[in-house]
């Protein structure tokens, strides 16, 4: 007979999932900026003038192009 999947086994499983999870965030960020060394050199620095400029660039982006569509679907 199969075990039976507990409120343990569901948490373990849950943490597992967080730990992967926080490495592949970890993995990603390190593909954008390297964060090992705790310095930025100045490519690394206009990644980061550019990751900026589009967070706030992005959503106006979005709204005008949603906007675009509404108008004229």
Known sequence: MAKRFTFADAKKKINDLEKKLEQSKKKAGNLILDTEDNVFTSKELEKIRFLEL????????????????????
């Open 54 to 73: 589009w967070a706030i660039i992005g959503p106006i982006a979005g709204v005008i192009v949603g906007a675009l569509i509404v108008m004229f679907v």
